[in-house]
């Protein structure tokens, strides 16, 4: 068995830090992307990094014919990590059916040219948003997956039903990563977060308001039902996600999985309200946030965070980088963005 991997995806935000672990445990990586919502640039990064520079394939994966002639050329896979989706919440409300399109068909083609070129193991990205409004704190995965509330949500339920009915139908090997709150950049300072346009997520829009990118931070409510009123969330830092994605192709490539098709959150266990995470960027930026209070956001949910317990003791992983690491890697990344450090 070959140790070439596919990333999908790969030179967006978590997929450019998981082939950065996948080089350092010494896998030959191959990345599509349609660089619709990433840049080339990055390989040049990663390779400043590793020293090695993954193979490319700029291809859009709801082209059935091109996504088969890359596995025809690539029939020596042993895995594949599965990222390339569109990921806003907010957008997909205003276009439901470029989400459904894109994110499903990517998918479907994807599983039949791995079924047709006899290549079996594949990870996927999934979200704690299946879960919904939680019904309990922390989440397991036994929770149960919730009506969506977003048609990004929708994609990625659909998407895991995808999976799993294939794996139950087929030789395909299947396991769904259901990340919580993915922040950060790698302590490099060579890649991070590259939000196109206003970020959707509130740690970007933090640090484009720090370095003066934005004028004021919008806190989207501060009346929910927690215990300073705003929403709170399980942050992660994307270094340690990435490499949890590594443990997960090992698994799969060691017949470790103890089912075919397998689910695990991830997430630090932890949950930080907004204001929280203003304060702690505060104090490690040394800079004085501006922000105030606005509207709640359609979608939002009051409170989640992971119970990581599956996660720790199936895939022997644990986040280990704490909110002041993740806050200051993405501080610095914004201020290498800035001063024009990197070349992107
Ligand atoms: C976090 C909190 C906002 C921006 C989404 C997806 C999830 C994953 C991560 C892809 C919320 C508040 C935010 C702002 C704010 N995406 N906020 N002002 O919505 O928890 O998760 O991104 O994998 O699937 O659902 O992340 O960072 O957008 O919001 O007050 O300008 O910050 O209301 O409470 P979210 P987020």
Not at 20 to 48: H, R
Not at 322 to 333: I, R, T
Request: aromatic letters at 10%.
């Amino acid at each position: 068995m070959s140790n070439k991997i596919l990333v999908t995806g790969g030179t967006g935000y978590i997929g450019s830090h998981t082939v950065v672990e996948l080089q350092n445990k010494g896998f030959d990586v191959v990345v599509i992307d349609n660089l619709s919502n990433s840049k080339i640039e990055i390989l040049t990064q990663i390779e400043k990094i590793t020293g090695k520079a993954p193979e490319f394939a700029n291809i859009d994966l709801k082209e059935k014919e091109l996504v088969f002639d890359f596995f025809r050329k690539n029939p020596e896979l042993s895995g594949v990590i599965h990222f390339a989706a569109y990921k806003a919440v907010g957008e997909s409300m205003d276009f439901p059916m470029k989400y459904y399109q894109n994110n499903l068909l990517s998918l479907m083609n994807l599983i039949n040219g791995m079924l047709n070129y006899n290549t079996s193991n594949l990870v996927f990205s999934s979200s704690c948003t299946v879960y919904g409004n939680p019904d309990n704190l922390p989440i397991d995965e036994k929770a149960p997956v919730k009506p969506p509330i977003s048609p990004y949500g929708s994609t990625k339920q659909v998407c895991e039903n995808i999976i799993k009915d294939n794996v139950n139908s087929t030789f395909l090997k299947g396991i769904s990563l259901r990340y919580f709150n993915p922040v950060g950049a790698h302590n490099s300072g060579l890649i991070g977060e590259l939000p196109l346009g206003v970020p959707n997520n509130l740690v970007p829009f933090i640090t484009q308001t720090a370095i003066g990118k934005r004028d004021t931070l919008k806190v989207f409510g501060d009346d929910y039902p927690t215990p300073d009123g705003t929403c709170i969330r399980d942050y992660i830092h994307v270094e340690d996600l990435a490499k949890a994605h590594v443990v997960a192709v090992e698994r799969m490539l060691e017949g470790k999985q103890k089912e075919d098709y397998e689910i695990f959150n991830l997430g630090k266990g932890i949950g930080n309200s907004v204001f929280e995470i203003i304060r702690a960027f505060e104090k490690v930026s040394e800079k004085k946030l501006p922000y105030k209070i606005a509207q709640r956001r359609p979608g939002d949910v009051p409170a989640v965070w992971a119970d990581t317990q599956k996660a720790n003791e199936e895939l022997e992983w644990k986040a280990e980088r704490d909110l002041n690491d993740m806050l200051l890697s993405a501080w610095v990344w914004e201020k290498k963005l800035k001063e024009g450090k990197v070349k992107i």
